[in-house]
């Protein structure tokens, strides 16, 4: 423990009653025993370890580097799976830091926590089935390799293994809270935090969902079960759904209302959901009518509650404070793919989206021209949504930070994300990161803009307590630098890996706010990209990335092979 700077003693025996006595071990006390005044009511056990040193406070009352406390405490047995008020493991490097704060930076190696675990297929099942699920964008800071251990919710553990993927069945039904860790392969005692939390639906008997059909041309007759008494508001069917487990099947047409998903983990489609065919995205329109926001999910759904295949538009969250102009995902875990997301407006956070407290999936979604104070495509506050090839372009903050998206305490992983025409006035021009440590895997964060000459970060802005892990990216044409640590915060850090960044380390400005992690593979050169930011011939991204494992399977946003000619191109496509 750190007893410093109280008035008028650190420690002070109670005068008017008696009995007293006080054990000291590897501890702080200014002033050291002498810090402690008895008055002559009992003793003091000033034992081993203890110390005598300013311990070099930051703000929040974490540890500087150089603190005389960094690694001069005892292990207790409690501490070995524990984490910090930050979430950062209680022991690294060994031996235990004094005081509530773990010291991360520096010459501690460390282990960045893991995304929240996601299925490789089906995210329900029946008791007894088998399902798999992975995780991943964890890194040693020594650059040693990392062993991955999830924890299955029901009390049960995988072993640890150098795969971030892992299997598991449950023997009983319910919703299990499914998480993941990572330790350095090298030094089993460095551990990450935990992630944050994925869940994984197990019922007795499959669940047979009745289907709920919305049409403009529907005679609106409950319950809708068909096409001619089709309702003709996608409102109106939710409203006869059952709880859990229906189906509401959308014609192509103009809806203009707000939606609410009630209490219900709804599957909520276009005509796309029955045909893959992607025209239909902007044929069948969920339209705000620039009254209200489009969607609005916030009563603890499920990964089972899914929306596909709409373009959502008009949105307006226009009370002060308010957030998610389009859609709008709070305490909940929902799952979003094959939406076009254009032309909305938050008054606070999140133009196109926004999600708080939550693991939401988010595939194969563009946001586009949309506008909130900060985070005009996008505000991840708390949680950690996931995103696998989405576009976020030519989105903007009215006066705020992070044109494209905000991340809050949000630990979330990008795969194959583009990041790209964003404008923000104060920081962050493509990303902003404030007390999180995002993964991110084959990104472009190309052609962002922050306007304010005193903003920072054009690219992307790493703030307080923040160390993102870029691999496999392209950072080029940010204005006005690829990526600045916020001068105004501390404890950055920033970890890169066979990636582009124009001006190299240089093209990253720390002022010595933290350090940048140069690992092997990456380059400072024209990626030479097409209009879209794919990679033209001659490209000097194309094969020089580094495989993930999960990236065998996956495609990109284009639907092309993640891995083509044997290694992954830098870069999103």
Same mark, same amino acid.
């Given at each position: 423990?750190?007893?410093?700077?109280?008035?008028?003693?650190?420690?002070?025996?109670?005068?008017?009653?008696?009995?007293?006595?006080?054990?000291?071990?590897?501890?702080?006390?200014?002033?050291?025993?002498?810090?402690?005044?008895?008055?002559?009511?009992?003793?003091?056990?000033?034992?081993?370890?203890?110390?005598?040193?300013?311990?070099?406070?930051?703000?929040?009352?974490?540890?500087?580097?150089?603190?005389?406390?960094?690694?001069?405490?005892?292990?207790?047995?409690?501490?070995?799976?524990?984490?910090?008020?930050?979430?950062?493991?209680?022991?690294?490097?060994?031996?235990?830091?004094?005081?509530?704060?773990?010291?991360?930076?520096?010459?501690?190696?460390?282990?960045?926590?893991?995304?929240?675990?996601?299925?490789?297929?089906?995210?329900?099942?029946?008791?007894?089935?088998?399902?798999?699920?992975?995780?991943?964008?964890?890194?040693?800071?020594?650059?040693?390799?990392?062993?991955?251990?999830?924890?299955?919710?029901?009390?049960?553990?995988?072993?640890?293994?150098?795969?971030?993927?892992?299997?598991?069945?449950?023997?009983?039904?319910?919703?299990?809270?499914?998480?993941?860790?990572?330790?350095?392969?090298?030094?089993?005692?460095?551990?990450?935090?935990?992630?944050?939390?994925?869940?994984?639906?197990?019922?007795?008997?499959?669940?047979?969902?009745?289907?709920?059909?919305?049409?403009?041309?529907?005679?609106?007759?409950?319950?809708?079960?068909?096409?001619?008494?089709?309702?003709?508001?996608?409102?109106?069917?939710?409203?006869?759904?059952?709880?859990?487990?229906?189906?509401?099947?959308?014609?192509?047409?103009?809806?203009?209302?707000?939606?609410?998903?009630?209490?219900?983990?709804?599957?909520?489609?276009?005509?796309?959901?029955?045909?893959?065919?992607?025209?239909?995205?902007?044929?069948?329109?969920?339209?705000?009518?620039?009254?209200?926001?489009?969607?609005?999910?916030?009563?603890?759904?499920?990964?089972?509650?899914?929306?596909?295949?709409?373009?959502?538009?008009?949105?307006?969250?226009?009370?002060?404070?308010?957030?998610?102009?389009?859609?709008?995902?709070?305490? $909940?875990?929902?799952?979003?793919?094959?939406? @076009? /997301?254009?032309? &909305?407006? %938050? =008054?606070?956070? !999140? +133009? #196109? *989206?926004?999600?708080?407290?939550?693991?939401?999936?988010?595939?194969?979604?563009?946001?586009?021209?949309?506008?909130?104070?900060?985070?005009?495509?996008?505000?991840?506050?708390?949680?950690?949504?996931?995103?696998?090839?989405?576009?976020?372009?030519?989105?903007?903050?009215?006066?705020?930070?992070?044109?494209?998206?905000?991340?809050?305490? $949000?630990?979330?992983?990008?795969?194959?994300? @583009? /990041?790209?025409? &964003?404008? %923000? =006035?104060?920081? !962050? +021009? #493509? *990303?902003?990161?404030?007390?999180?440590?995002?993964?991110?895997?084959?990104?472009?964060?190309?052609?962002?803009?922050?306007?304010?000459?005193?903003?920072?970060?054009?690219?992307?802005?790493?703030?307080?307590?923040?160390?993102?892990?870029?691999?496999?990216?392209?950072?080029?044409?940010?204005?006005?630098?690829?990526?600045?640590?916020?001068?105004?915060?501390?404890?950055?850090?920033?970890? @890169?890996?066979?990636?582009?960044?124009?001006?190299?380390?240089? +093209?990253?400005?720390?002022?010595?706010?933290?350090?940048?992690?140069?690992?092997?593979?990456?380059?400072?050169?024209?990626?030479?990209?097409?209009?879209?930011?794919?990679?033209?011939?001659?490209?000097?991204?194309?094969?020089?990335?580094?495989?993930?494992?999960?990236?065998?399977?996956?495609?990109?946003?284009?639907?092309?092979?993640?891995?083509?000619?044997?290694?992954?191109?830098?870069?999103?496509?």
């Amino acid at each position: 423990s750190i007893i410093w700077g109280n008035t008028p003693e650190e420690v002070c025996f109670e005068p008017s009653w008696f009995g007293m006595a006080l054990t000291v071990q590897y501890s702080d006390i200014q002033g050291g025993q002498a810090g402690i005044v008895t008055g002559g009511k009992g003793p003091v056990y000033w034992n081993a370890g203890n110390l005598d040193d300013d311990p070099l406070f930051t703000g929040d009352y974490g540890l500087l580097s150089g603190s005389p406390c960094i690694d001069t405490g005892t292990n207790l047995s409690w501490m070995s799976t524990a984490v910090d008020p930050d979430g950062n493991p209680r022991i690294i490097n060994g031996t235990v830091d004094m005081g509530a704060y773990e010291y991360t930076g520096g010459g501690s190696v460390t282990v960045s926590k893991p995304a929240a675990p996601q299925p490789s297929g089906a995210g329900t099942g029946l008791v007894g089935q088998v399902l798999a699920f992975y995780t991943g964008g964890s890194a040693c800071s020594d650059g040693s390799g990392v062993e991955y251990l999830f924890d299955w919710g029901d009390g049960s553990y995988s072993s640890w293994s150098s795969s971030s993927n892992a299997s598991h069945s449950w023997s009983g039904a319910g919703v299990y809270d499914i998480r993941a860790r990572a330790r350095c392969a090298t030094n089993a005692s460095i551990l990450s935090a935990w992630s944050e939390q994925s869940h994984a639906l197990i019922t007795n008997t499959p669940v047979v969902p009745q289907t709920h059909y919305v049409s403009t041309d529907g005679t609106a007759e409950t319950p809708y079960t068909n096409w001619a008494t089709a309702a003709r508001s996608i409102q109106a069917a939710i409203g006869v759904a059952a709880t859990s487990g229906a189906r509401i099947l959308v014609a192509p047409g103009r809806y203009v209302e707000s939606l609410d998903f009630l209490n219900k983990n709804l599957e909520v489609g276009s005509l796309f959901l029955t045909n893959d065919d992607t025209s239909v995205i902007a044929q069948t329109v969920i339209d705000g009518g620039h009254t209200g926001r489009v969607v609005n999910i916030h009563q603890g759904q499920t990964a089972a509650c899914r929306l596909t295949g709409f373009t959502i538009t008009n949105g307006y969250a226009g009370v002060s404070g308010d957030r998610g102009g389009g859609i709008r995902c709070v305490d $909940a875990d929902a799952s979003f793919d094959h939406l @076009v /997301v254009v032309g &909305n407006y %938050a =008054d606070l956070v !999140g +133009g #196109g *989206m926004h999600f708080e407290h939550s693991t939401a999936s988010v595939h194969n979604v563009s946001i586009l021209h949309n506008r909130a104070a900060i985070g005009g495509g996008m505000g991840c506050y708390y949680g950690g949504p996931s995103l696998e090839n989405v576009v976020v372009r030519g989105n903007r903050t009215s006066g705020g930070s992070a044109g494209g998206i905000q991340f809050y305490h $949000a630990a979330s992983w990008l795969k194959n994300v @583009v /990041v790209a025409e &964003n404008v %923000a =006035d104060t920081g !962050g +021009g #493509g *990303m902003y990161f404030d007390g999180c440590s995002p993964v991110l895997d084959a990104v472009t964060v190309a052609d962002n803009v922050v306007t304010n000459v005193s903003g920072h970060g054009g690219g992307l802005n790493v703030s307080y307590n923040s160390q993102p892990v870029l691999t496999d990216s392209i950072i080029c044409g940010n204005t006005p630098e690829e990526v600045c640590f916020e001068p105004s915060w501390f404890g950055m850090a920033l970890t @890169v890996q066979y990636s582009d960044i124009q001006g190299g380390q240089a +093209g990253i400005v720390t002022g010595g706010k933290g350090p940048v992690y140069w690992n092997a593979g990456n380059l400072d050169d024209d990626p030479l990209f097409t209009g879209d930011y794919g990679l033209l011939s001659g490209s000097p991204c194309i094969d020089t990335g580094t495989n993930l494992s999960w990236m065998s399977t996956a495609v990109d946003p284009d639907g092309n092979p993640r891995i083509i000619n044997g290694t992954v191109d830098m870069g999103a496509y």
